[in-house]
């Protein structure tokens, strides 16, 4: 494939460009918001909402829905934009419970959540960890009993990081009882409005400062229009969600980048061999994620499912920052400990924050050792261990 942009993608890239530049204001703050780690905030819904009034946040969804109908590479160079500028380079209902809403929800769900997820009004929760299913997914157990015209909900789940400023929760949750052989059978998908009676959020933090939840259900009884395609297909159409999440992009670590190569030229650190040789190689492995993010953008508009190609995308870019990050703390010395606040702490902390939270990226929407278990299987074609 050519990796270059076409001239009216370039065109279209600086038309994205010129309006994050435009909305400096309101993105410098959404950008503070989202690093204090508590999500969105009034700023953030703001300049979400101002790129959805363009059609920006779900480009490729057909235009009764709030799309442009354009191509995944045109959503790719918008989230690259975003993440550069905000560090949000999407929503969880643009990335991964729209386009399963759109190919598998019945026409009233989508009439009511579509247009609202690309206008950027709404946003959803996942709630697929439990305590006792993380990497997997099929060991799911929060239970949803069919009754006449509704399921009754009970069980709970953790870490739903938007949990707390989302408007729904996008649940995976059994309809069957567990076959041992067979665990993700009897997994279906649901719609949950998180003010519905008998749901409880409770905040969990993470090492990095960061707010994510756990939350519980007890006898919350939802409409049956809340089920999301059919009934126990809900594995498939988790699989295929994550998929959609992995395209994803390095922009904002090669700005992050950018600024630690900065700091090191104006201190002279640059002398040294070992650190002139370590951000050569952090630079050529933010050159190889964007690469391989590309081709999952290229493999996406010939309408195939970049599985274990996504897989490399999430690993390459969760690897680079923690190489990154790690980089930076031993360039700063015991400096880099210091945080924000500080006067004596290099780039104001940035990097000591980025170090405690950079461990998640290789925890959450796949740990890496399951990330390379897909890779090893599905795209070199080994055994299963």
């Not at 989202?34 to 101002?50: A, D, N, R, T, V």
């Not at 650190?269 to 002139?276: E, I, P, Y």
Request: with cysteine; net charge neutral; hydrophobic share 35%.
């Amino acid at each position: 494939m050519d990796f270059r942009f076409s001239p009216d993608e370039e065109k279209f890239k600086q038309e994205v460009y010129n309006f994050f530049i435009r909305e400096q204001e309101i993105v410098n703050e959404a950008r503070k918001e989202w690093g204090s780690g508590l999500g969105f905030g009034p700023y953030c819904w703001e300049i979400l909402k101002k790129i959805g009034s363009k059609g920006w946040l779900c480009p490729t969804w057909p235009k009764e829905y709030g799309g442009l109908e354009l191509s995944y590479m045109y959503r790719y160079i918008i989230m690259e934009q975003m993440q550069y500028f905000i560090n949000i380079y999407s929503t969880v209902g643009a990335g991964m419970a729209g386009p399963i809403i759109l190919r598998h929800g019945g026409e009233k769900q989508k009439r009511e959540y579509l247009p609202k997820i690309a206008k950027g009004e709404i946003e959803f929760a996942l709630g697929y960890t439990e305590p006792d299913a993380g990497s997997d997914l099929a060991a799911i157990s929060i239970k949803a009993e069919e009754k006449e015209d509704y399921f009754v909900i009970n069980g709970s789940k953790l870490f739903n990081t938007r949990a707390h400023y989302a408007q729904y929760h996008w649940l995976g949750a059994r309809t069957e009882e567990i076959d041992s052989k067979k665990k993700y059978k009897g997994i279906s998908l649901f719609i949950i409005d998180l003010k519905t009676p008998g749901i409880a959020i409770t905040p969990i933090w993470t090492v990095g400062g960061t707010r994510t939840n756990e939350v519980f259900y007890g006898d919350v009884y939802v409409p049956k229009e809340a089920l999301v395609g059919e009934k126990n297909r809900g594995f498939y159409y988790i699989l295929e969600a994550l998929n959609y999440e992995r395209l994803s992009t390095v922009a904002g670590r090669e700005r992050d980048f950018q600024e630690l190569l900065s700091y090191v030229k104006e201190k002279g650190f640059g002398k040294d061999v070992l650190t002139r040789q370590r951000l050569a190689e952090i630079a050529i492995d933010i050159e190889s994620a964007k690469l391989f993010a590309l081709r999952v953008a290229a493999m996406l508009d010939k309408n195939q499912i970049p599985n274990h190609e996504a897989s490399m995308l999430k690993m390459v870019v969760a690897e680079t920052e923690q190489s990154m990050v790690q980089t930076a703390m031993q360039i700063f010395g015991s400096y880099g400990q210091l945080r924000r606040g500080s006067k004596w702490a290099p780039l104001d902390g940035k990097f000591e924050v980025m170090y405690r939270d950079s461990v998640e990226r290789l925890i959450t929407r796949g740990t890496s050792e399951i990330i390379k278990n897909i890779i090893a299987q599905r795209g070199l074609g080994l055994p299963r261990g």
